[in-house]
């Protein structure tokens, strides 16, 4: 372990003479250098500890909530790879201060920002830690793997059935506009939090949940034959459509919780082979142009330079899952080191400004800075280079102790999917026509969320979902090339609302 006097030397010293991001990927030295130098240019545009700024947040705005979740992730993988204590501290004290008061990140002073998703970002961190053997919160607050218990029986009492057959809405404010949107991304991350817990808890009541959310997904049309996940469909058509958007992140989300799901299910066929192919769907982030083979970038919005604050950052997810994926699914190390060690040198090329030379552009395909910056450039180099060392460690995840997860005998190791992307392929989809309907308001209110463990009448049943996006002829609207935040108030699920009053 590197002792908190050699780490701020080295870092003193690495930071006084560099004018870029100089990284070996098969030196594990030279990757340590490289990411402690992204760790502390994450760590510069974070004022939560300054005067003005608020514990545990980057400034607002432009970051929302949820990116600050997603940074301490970023961090929290960075102290799991490197052992760097440097930021133990305040990372602990971040933490704790967003747990809210039912210990499960549902904060009401962060209501405006937050939806099932952006709990989910925070939700994940406290998984990481239980998993890596972060010290513990203080009390009173529960440990880790059952603050996200809490938040898992939130996910729970939250699962809708009034429209759609089932399904996390991405706002459970009904205040919020989106409050009607069923999205992948919370879904994902209902079904990755299961997946998590199933393998450290093993508790069975964790996967019946994971398989009910996946088969959700998959019969309503979020999710194609071929692994493509969709951004998401809306209660006000009764989900019959699907905004066809992918991004980065949805499919990591996916990635992550099918590869879990094989390790602690002695590798049952069906989810290596769900895991095979979800990482084959990666392909379409992967080699935006033939010269730039194996690099990745978001292709709804990088290549016109259009993504929005929240979308600059989900690569850094995609790299996060990925390797940890590979950790628990071995058979697929040797097509995502391939990939993460192109994009990573990619990433390093990108980081040439600033001070220390660890200020990062957006584009890993031009051999350079394209002066686009942010936490969302800076936490993307970070998790792109630090998963290089999960992936070499690959030091498997903590259960609690009566858990005991199998290895997997080398004669039964499968061979992953290896699909090299076609530039071509990567093209915006076409818009759909406007919808029509409006669902009623769900009025359902939450239960105490304080109970640790699944309720034990939580076993699911399965709900047929009827919709069939193919034959739809009133789909919905697809969100614009360019963007918009995803907290704006003219955003999508919003504009859905107003489409369908004037419809009606």
């Given amino acids: ?66 990116e600050s979740g997603g940074a301490w992730g970023g961090m929290m993988e960075y102290w799991h790879a490197t052992k760097d204590e440097s930021y133990t501290n305040v990372m602990m004290e971040a ?17 405006f920002d937050t939806g099932n998703d952006d709990q989910a970002f925070w939700v994940f961190v406290a998984l990481a830690a239980a998993e890596y053997g972060f010290p513990p919160p203080p009390g009173p607050a529960p440990g880790w793997h059952m603050i996200a218990q809490n938040a898992w029986n939130d996910y729970v009492y939250r699962w809708n059935t009034t429209m759609c057959g089932g399904g996390l809405k991405w706002q459970f404010h009904p205040e919020n506009a989106g409050f009607f949107y ?17 393998r450290f808890t093993g508790n069975q009541t964790y996967i019946d949940w994971a398989e009910k959310i996946w088969d959700w997904v998959e019969n309503i049309g979020l999710m194609s034959s071929t692994y493509d996940i969709y951004d998401g469909t809306d209660e006000l058509i009764n989900c019959s459509a699907v905004d066809h958007h992918q991004w980065t992140y949805n499919v990591g989300v996916f990635l992550y919780g099918a590869a879990t799901l094989a390790n602690c299910t002695n590798n049952s066929q069906i989810w290596v082979d769900r895991t095979t192919g979800l990482l084959a769907a990666t392909g379409s982030f992967f080699t935006p142009f033939p010269n730039a083979t194996n690099i990745l970038f978001e292709a709804a919005c990088e290549l016109q330079s259009s993504c929005n604050t929240d979308q600059w950052s989900m690569k850094a997810y995609l790299a996060r899952w990925m390797a940890a994926s590979s950790v628990v699914a071995p058979y697929i190390k040797d097509r995502v080191t391939t990939l993460l060690r192109a994009s990573a040198l990619g990433a390093a090329s990108a980081c040439t400004r600033g001070g220390y030379g660890n200020t990062c552009g957006s584009k890993w395909y031009i051999d350079g800075y394209d002066n686009i910056t942010g936490l969302g450039q800076q936490l993307s180099a970070l998790e792109v280079m630090t998963s290089l060392l999960i992936l070499n460690d690959s030091v498997a995840p ?57 309720p034990p009448n939580t076993t699911p049943t399965t709900v047929a979902a009827t919709a069939n996006p193919t034959s739809a002829t009133n789909p919905l609207h697809d969100p614009p090339p360019n963007g918009v935040s995803k907290k704006d108030t003219a955003k999508y699920g919003g504009l859905l609302v107003g489409l369908a009053h004037v419809l009606l």
């Fill in 398 to 454: 903590r259960t609690l102790p009566h858990v005991s997860i199998p290895n997997l005998p080398p004669h039964a190791v499968p061979t992953a999917i290896v699909v090299e992307a076609n530039p071509a392929s990567t093209a915006r989809p076409l818009h759909d026509p406007p919808p029509n309907g409006v669902s009623e308001k769900d009025t359902a209110t939450l239960p105490d969320d304080s109970v640790p463990d699944p």
């Fill in 1 to 66: 372990m590197l002792s908190f006097s050699t780490v701020c030397v080295s870092l003193i010293a690495l930071i006084s003479s560099v004018s870029a991001i100089v990284l070996d990927v098969n030196r594990r030295e030279s990757i340590i250098n490289a990411t402690a130098l992204l760790a502390h240019g994450v760590q510069e545009l974070y004022n939560g500890n300054q005067t003005g700024g608020t514990i545990g947040k980057w400034p607002y705005k432009p970051y929302y909530w949820w």
């Fill in 182 to 198: 069923k999205n992948s991304i919370s879904n994902g991350a209902f079904f990755q939090v299961s997946a998590r817990l199933a």
């Fill in 95 to 111: 933490l704790v201060s967003q747990l809210g008061p039912n210990y499960d990140f549902d904060r009401p002073e962060e209501a």
